[in-house]
């Protein structure tokens, strides 16, 4: 819970910054002409990827491109005298095909969409015999169990507001910052068990759908961007 | 005037996505794991004790109405694998106890069971005013069992009186005692006969209250023939007996190894008194009472005589034995048939609706003597190995005692110790298909829900009707019932039955119209296959959480 509220006040943050930023570049650059194709690279909460990008005018920008992340983290937990080994499998990214549409030279709305691929998992098992009554059940017989989600729509809207500034006597080179989220819709939860757990993946007893509607609030997938680009032509 | 304008709108809609992030945000802040319903923690996890692969329903019956026993029944085990039965929640016990007429038991999962390696073990069962029980079994592969145990009652107000005869050297009393098979269609004749003597040697020793009754053989020889003259019964022996004995599979030690023949005790009892010439002999001293007994029917059975339970097995004595105390126990019995399949033949059952079931089948010989009772419990289809079947010719009657299933045919079969055989079973009218979904909620810990895999039963509520064995995994159970009715599910725990109730009554979407008891919710949904679903939830009050948990 406090990384969640931690994270939103980041997002806010990195919003009014934003704003403030791009009142201070409108006093200080001097416009010059940025059309032309650019490829770059950037790095989000949504992965790390490339962009080839599009700028029409000093308004309009295309951009696409793909982003990736993959996040693998092994943990132990204990769950009713019973030790779980896990990991988690944090696998996001997407192709993307975004419009940026600038207001100012820096400042500018995105807006576009993307098919998502976030799908993140937790699968583990237990890795220790559970003591039941006088006797002992093997790890073995106690069970696996995966979590997994996938977002409601593949393709996913998305908005930003970003900063965009360019450098070098020529304005060839530029990096942009923005934040803003995907729309997902709610969560499809998927659950796999056996052995002990295996009533909590058991469709008969509705328990993805209890899940799913308790995280239906979490539409919505935060993006914080860093990006740079270098003009090709 | 343009830079102003052009920051004006920057201004608004930064502020706009801003507020518009913050707003679908919000309900992040929600902690998910909260209940959104009931503002209570989320049951999170359904567990399941389903590492059990073999479980065991003992039903303690009276023999003379079949009834189950609800009186305080103290069980033990012996035997092989004594340790290795457990309560489901995994509790090794040295004793139990139920006032319920049967008790629902397990095996350490930990323990291979298959023909090579047998699951051996004896249950004694103990009732007030009953013939305590000791009963062998063997099991050859892992499953659910049920074993209905037939207890007798005591007949301690009921002495036979057995007058004796004699001669110089030994005084003999030949008496008989009566008994048939169990349940022989009608064939009441007597099988056997058991009689008494004492050597005079032995007579000797005999006190009643005032001491030594006799000071040599002379004055034996001399009573006994002032008794012919007088007309008075010289001897005396005053026994209770019982007879209601039904046959059925039992480990019989023979030649050293214990194997599982078809046995059947024809009577236990006891020399409760003893009389010589009116007078109550008191103590035996060293003097013994010898019993003997003899086969009197046309087939004489593989094994015949005298035998004690011991170490998890019949031990045969042989067709005599000597006493030398009195009220000391005799058990008399025959082996119908040594040619028992340990693993026999597959009986499979099939039926065209989705349902749980459990059938009883009880087999008789083609004389139509009852012979054992087998019991299935399982979801259609299901095929069964058989286990510890008498090799010989046999009608399988399946009981009538579900209103649910039509009534099955018998089969006859000439060999079930090999060969599969089909058995088709057909619900009754007016009997629908349902699911029974089941969680068992703990009021203590509401993270956690239970969906156990357990035999439990239902029946219409406030019926006389049996109660029906269903299968239940996973919390899940398919079940036939009635429209518009209320049913009661049970299920025992710790010698303890949990009841739960559900309605069948439902609108057209299958939404669930009937009342919900306290404690409890009961909803209803349609499932693909056009059944309704009905799930129960319910905070037990049994220690089933704590058990598990």
Redesign the interface.
């Given at each position: 819970m406090k990384k969640a509220r931690l994270f939103i006040v980041l997002v806010c943050l990195l919003a009014a910054s934003n704003y403030l930023l791009a009142q201070e570049a409108q006093t200080t650059s001097t416009r010059v002409d940025t059309k032309g194709f650019y490829i770059g690279a950037q790095a989000s909460t949504n992965g790390w990827g490339f962009d080839l990008k599009y700028v029409f005018n000093k308004i309009i920008s295309l951009k696409t491109g793909v982003e990736t992340l993959s996040v693998l983290h092994d943990f132990n937990f204990d769950e009713n005298d019973i030790s779980y080994g896990a990991s988690l499998n944090y696998n996001t990214g997407g192709l993307f095909l975004l419009t940026d549409l600038n207001f100012t030279k820096n400042l500018y709305l995105s807006m576009g969409a993307a098919i998502n691929s976030l799908n993140p998992e937790i699968k583990g098992q237990a890795n220790s015999d559970l003591e039941y009554g006088d006797i002992i059940i093997p790890a073995d017989k106690v069970g696996e169990f995966s979590l997994s989600l996938t977002p409601a729509y593949k393709i996913s809207p998305y908005a930003a507001l970003g900063f965009r500034s360019f450098l070098g006597k020529k304005e060839r080179l530029s990096y942009n910052l923005e934040t803003g989220f995907y729309y997902l819709g709610s969560p499809n939860i998927e659950i796999e068990a056996t052995g002990l757990l295996a009533p909590t993946a058991d469709p008969a007893h509705g328990q993805e759908q209890v899940l799913e509607n308790q995280f239906s609030q979490y539409k919505f997938y935060p993006v914080v961007k860093f990006g740079v680009a270098i003009k090709l032509f | 005037m343009k830079?102003n304008f052009?920051?004006n709108?920057?201004?608004l809609?930064?502020w706009m996505?801003?507020i518009i992030?913050?707003s679908?945000?919000s309900?992040?802040?929600?902690?998910?794991?909260i209940?959104?319903e009931t503002g209570e923690d989320?049951?999170l996890?359904?567990?399941?004790?389903?590492?059990f692969s073999t479980s065991m329903t003992y039903k303690f019956i009276d023999a003379a109405d079949g009834s189950l026993i609800t009186q305080e029944a103290n069980i033990s085990f012996s035997g092989l694998n004594k340790n290795d039965i457990?309560?489901f929640?995994?509790?090794?016990k040295d004793g139990f106890q139920t006032s319920m007429g049967q008790l629902e038991l397990t095996i350490?999962?930990?323990v291979l069971i298959s023909e090579n390696t047998p699951f051996e073990f004896a249950i004694n069962v103990n009732i007030d005013g009953y013939n305590s029980l000791s009963k062998g079994i063997q099991i050859q592969n892992e499953g659910k069992k049920t074993y209905e145990l037939y207890l007798s009652k005591i007949n301690n107000d009921e002495e036979t009186d057995v007058i004796g005869d004699i001669n110089f050297s030994l005084i003999k009393s030949a008496v008989q005692s009566s008994s048939s098979l169990l349940k022989s269609a009608g064939d009441e004749d007597k099988h056997y006969t058991i009689s008494f003597s004492v050597n005079a040697a032995d007579l000797l020793q005999f006190e009643d209250e005032n001491g030594k009754m006799f000071l040599n053989i002379d004055e034996i020889k001399e009573a006994y023939n002032n008794s012919i003259l007088e007309s008075i019964p010289f001897i005396v022996f005053k026994l209770i007996s019982s007879f209601d004995f039904v046959p059925g599979i039992e480990l019989v030690n023979i030649d050293g190894v214990n194997r599982s023949v078809l046995f059947q005790i024809l009577e236990t009892g006891l020399v409760n008194r003893v009389l010589i010439l009116g007078e109550e002999v008191v103590k035996l001293n060293d003097g013994k009472i010898l019993i003997s007994s003899n086969y009197t029917g046309d087939n004489l059975p593989a094994i015949f005589g005298f035998t004690e339970f011991e170490s998890g097995s019949w031990n045969i004595l042989g067709s005599e034995i000597v006493q030398d105390e009195l009220k000391q126990s005799f058990t008399l019995a025959n082996v119908i048939e040594d040619s028992v399949c340990e693993t026999g033949g597959n009986i499979s059952f099939h039926s065209n609706m989705i349902s749980s079931f459990s059938i009883d089948a009880d087999l008789y010989d083609l004389n139509n003597n009852y012979v054992t009772t087998m019991n299935f419990k399982g979801n259609f289809p299901e095929t069964f190995l058989l286990e510890n079947i008498p090799q010989m010719p046999l009608i399988a009657k399946f009981r009538n005692n579900n209103p649910a299933f039509a009534p099955i045919p018998s089969i006859e079969i000439e060999d079930f110790c090999s060969g599969n055989f089909e058995v088709e079973v057909s619900k009754s009218e007016d009997y629908i298909e349902y699911?029974i979904?089941l969680?068992a909620l703990c009021e203590d810990n509401p993270d956690?829900a239970i969906?156990p895999t357990y035999n439990a039963e239902i029946r219409l509520k406030n019926s006389d009707d049996l109660w029906q064995g269903i299968t239940m995994t996973?919390?899940?159970a398919n079940v036939l019932g009635m429209q518009n009715q209320e049913y009661e599910l049970r299920l025992l725990w710790d010698s303890e039955w949990e009841y739960s109730t559900y309605f069948t009554k439902f609108d057209a979407d299958g939404n669930y119209l009937g009342p919900v008891e306290e404690g409890a919710s009961v909803v209803s949904k349609i499932l693909e296959d056009r059944r309704i679903?009905i799930?129960v939830e319910k905070i037990f009050s049994q220690s089933i959480c704590s058990?598990l948990?």
């Open positions: - | 830079n052009v920051l709108r920057v201004n809609f930064a996505f801003v992030t913050f679908g945000c309900e992040y802040l929600n902690n998910p794991l209940d959104k989320l049951n996890l359904i567990i399941d004790f389903n590492f457990i309560t929640a995994g509790e090794k350490d999962p930990n699911q979904v969680k956690i969906a996973g919390g899940v679903q799930s058990d948990i």
